[in-house]
C-alpha cells in the first residue's frame, strides 16, 4: 500500500511541476490542431512557441487550450506505474530471474499508474479560449498569460 501512496504522490508532483510552464494547443479556425507547445512569446499579432520557433498569425488562430490533454496524465502515469513495478518485481525475488519478477510485474504497473493518472485528470484545470481571428480576443487571452 506504501508503494501505491507513493506512486500517487510522484504522479501529483509531476502535475504540479507540469504546471509552471504555459503549454498550450493551438487551433485553426476549422478546429484542426496546428501547433502545440511552451510559449515563447505573444505579440498583438502573434505567438511564438519554443518547439520548432513556430511563429502563428493571430488571425488564424481559433481557439487556445491550455495545458497537456488529458491522456498525458494517463501515459505518465502508466510510464511512472510500469518502471516502479518493473524494479520492484525484479527485487522481489519471489520468481527464478529478476527478468520474470520485472516482466511479471511490469503490466500491472502499467495499469494502476494510468489508473492513477485518470484519477489526476479532474486536477488538470486546462483552459479553452475562443480567439477566432479577433484581436480583443486575443488581447483578453494575453492578459491571462504570464
Known amino acids: 500500500m506504501k508503494i501505491l ?5 510522484i504522479l501529483i508532483a509531476h502535475n504540479l511541476e507540469a504546471q509552471k510552464s504555459i503549454f498550450i494547443r493551438v487551433y485553426d479556425l476549422e478546429g ?8 515563447l512569446s505573444a505579440t498583438d499579432t502573434s505567438l511564438q512557441l519554443k518547439e520548432k520557433t513556430t511563429s502563428i ?12 490533454s488529458a491522456g498525458n496524465n494517463m501515459l505518465v502515469g502508466s510510464i511512472i506505474g510500469t518502471t516502479t513495478f518493473a524494479v520492484l518485481g525484479a527485487i522481489n525475488g519471489d520468481t527464478d530471474t529478476p527478468a520474470e519478477g520485472a516482466a511479471y510485474w511490469a503490466p500491472v504497473g502499467t495499469l494502476l499508474g494510468a489508473v492513477f493518472g485518470a484519477l489526476t485528470i479532474p486536477f488538470k484545470n486546462s483552459k479553452h479560449s475562443l480567439i477566432n481571428g479577433d484581436p480583443e480576443k486575443w488581447k483578453a487571452f494575453r492578459s491571462k498569460i504570464p
Do not use: M
Request: no cysteine; aromatic share 8%.
Open 5 to 9: 501512496a507513493f506512486l500517487f504522490t
Open 57 to 68: 498569425l493571430v488571425r488564424n488562430i481559433g481557439s487556445i487550450r491550455t495545458k497537456h
Open 32 to 39: 484542426h490542431k496546428i501547433a502545440r507547445g511552451h510559449v
